[in-house]
């Protein structure tokens, strides 16, 4: 049982930059594709980024592309997602998820494991 732990979230303007952190236990880290999903409310769960098992495959949603970095630290157990430019729109709870798969996923049923989420508020 993998268990995922987000952090980094918090209130912030728009055209700041935030640093979400994920630390994972219970597992290999190594064995999991990890991902990150946001969820706005009244919204659909929407993907964000991914990075492979491996760490050398990286997949960004057409709408954040150059405004976000997914990176993975596998000495920490830590997937982190550095996310630049705030908009309004980027206010959502953000999750981060594992899935025992080679490459990452924007799919969110190819995740077996999630964390609670951390809450990004931009305001303006």
Do not use: H
């Amino acid at each position: 049982q993998v268990r995922l732990v987000e952090s980094g979230g918090g209130l912030v303007q728009t055209g700041d930059s935030l640093r979400l952190s994920c630390v994972a236990s219970g597992g290999t880290f190594g064995d999991y594709a990890m991902g990150w999903f946001r969820q706005a409310p009244g919204r659909e769960r929407e993907f964000v980024s991914a990075v492979s098992r491996t760490g050398d495959t990286n997949d960004y949603t057409y709408s954040l592309k150059g405004r976000v970095t997914i990176s993975r630290d596998d000495a920490k157990n830590t997937v982190n997602l550095q996310m630049n430019s705030l908009k309004l729109e980027d206010t959502a709870t953000y999750y981060c998820a594992a899935g025992r798969r080679e490459y990452g996923s924007s799919r969110a049923s190819d995740y077996a494991y999630w964390g609670q989420g951390t809450q990004v508020t931009v305001s303006s």
